[in-house]
């Protein structure tokens, strides 16, 4: 299975996880709805049972309902015509919250509108409650128009939790599950990736190092025959040649070593005033045989007032160096303006192209180790992904930035920016 295909499969899983623990979360609300009006459904039962018992109202025609006012979740006031004692109230009420399954402790206070305020007050503990008894001191005044009882639940919320224990255990168990199942995917996915790129290494590295070793086998072959001291212009080329090939393995490996080494490791940065323009030239020397392979056509555009920049020779030019070698490969035809200036805070180094251009989509990745845009004419390219993630640690470890202008058949320009101070 492609990466690709894996990596939608991944998406595709993490939004239908999503999706079912938002609907589990819905539908865990429902359910909290559900047992809350249950639960005051209970409570209300009991209530009418204690006015029964209690002959609490004076006009039986009354609509019970609106003796009974909810003024926040946890309190429920219920108009009196006349206030009983506390202790028949507290003796039915909590008979009727047995009859009606309301196991929660409650505290009762009887308002007198006349004497504005509560006349007794009362802790109701449930049938087998695990609260200690407390002092009711503390009840608010919702309405003092009229007699009432008001009734408050402080563990009303827990209690309404307790019954959904099912519900809440089995979605907790499935949310995990799933969770589980979509971080196994995502390493499964991750793994699968770094195969990938595993596998492209192993491809570029067979491919970088077979065609200079091929090369260098028939060159010798040539300078073994016993003829050949007689040719001295052909021993020439072809000592040359295999000079050439053991220098371009010898860059290649110290590349890897390089990259290998610096791992994890900040790149060691030795800053000094250096003239960017002599770094330049050193860059193009060193590629030189790839200018002239390719008959590229260089063009200088130098900053004449100041070039100077506050850098690590080296890297830098090991960076000058990297972006040429890809201008140079990825143009058929190269037309390379290699541009220096000084911009408010940094000095820059651009290096332009009229080469293959590289699609927007690939853009954020081509900094990456070992990564190479994977279609297209770019794998008759050798590499090793190695390059732009090298020139990235340099720049930024002179805290500086790479800006990246390109378009498929047109060009690529990299601007490196070094801050002036
Ligand atoms: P490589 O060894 O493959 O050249 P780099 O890290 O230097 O590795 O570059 C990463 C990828 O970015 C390359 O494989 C290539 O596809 C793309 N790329 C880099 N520079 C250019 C350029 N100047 N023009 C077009 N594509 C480029």
Redesign the pocket.
């Known amino acids: 299975m492609r990466s690709s295909t894996l990596k939608l499969i991944v998406l595709l899983a993490t939004v239908l996880t999503t999706i079912i623990v938002l609907v589990q979360l819905y539908w865990l609300k429902k359910v909290y709805s559900f047992e809350e009006k249950q639960f005051n459904n209970n409570v209300v039962k009991s209530i009418r049972g204690v006015f029964e018992d209690l002959e609490m109202n004076d006009n039986p025609s009354m609509i019970f309902q609106q003796l009974i006012a909810n003024p926040s979740p946890d309190y429920i006031v219920f108009k009196a015509d006349t206030l009983p004692e506390k202790d028949s109230l507290t003796f039915y009420l909590q008979r009727e919250f047995a009859d009606f399954d309301v196991l929660t402790d409650c505290k009762l206070g009887a308002f007198s509108k006349d004497k504005k305020k509560y006349i007794y007050a009362e802790y109701v503990p449930a049938a087998a409650s695990s609260y200690p008894v407390q002092q009711v001191t503390d009840l608010p005044i919702f309405d003092d128009n009229f007699d009432h009882i008001l009734l408050y639940f402080p563990h009303r919320s827990n209690y309404i939790l307790g019954q959904m224990n099912f519900w809440i255990f089995s979605s907790v168990a499935l949310i995990i599950t799933l969770i589980g199942l979509a971080i196994s995917l995502f390493y499964f996915y991750r793994q699968k990736f770094l195969t990938e790129i595993q596998k492209d290494f192993v491809n570029n590295f067979t491919h970088e190092f077979k065609t200079p070793l091929a090369v260098m086998k028939i060159a010798s072959d040539v300078l073994s025959q016993d003829r050949i001291i007689n040719q001295p212009g052909k021993l020439q080329r072809y000592a040359e040649i295999i000079k050439n090939q053991t220098e371009h393995l010898q860059n290649q490996v110290g590349r890897l070593l390089k990259a290998a080494s610096t791992e994890n490791s900040h790149l060691p940065i030795e800053k000094e005033n250096i003239d960017a323009h002599l770094l330049i030239e050193e860059a193009l020397n060193k590629v030189q045989p790839l200018i002239e392979e390719k008959k590229a056509k260089i063009e200088l555009k130098m900053e004449e007032n100041n070039g100077h920049v506050y850098a690590d020779r080296a890297h830098l030019e090991l960076a000058v160096v990297?972006?040429l070698e890809?201008?140079l490969?990825?143009?058929p035809n190269p037309h390379i303006i290699v541009e220096t200036g000084n911009s408010e805070h940094d000095f820059f180094i651009t290096v332009k192209?009229n080469?293959?251009?590289?699609e927007k989509k690939?853009l954020k990745n081509?900094?990456k180790k070992f990564?190479?845009?994977p279609t297209g004419d770019?794998h008759n390219?050798?590499?090793?992904?190695?390059?732009?993630?090298f020139v990235k640690r340099i720049i930024d470890a002179h805290d500086g930035k790479i800006k990246v202008n390109?378009l498929p058949g047109i060009?690529?320009e990299?601007k490196l920016l070094i801050p002036v101070n």
């Open positions: 990297n972006l890809n201008a490969k990825y143009s192209d080469g293959i251009g590289i690939y081509i900094f990564y190479r845009i770019v390219v050798k590499g090793f992904g190695l390059g732009l993630n390109s060009g690529t990299f």
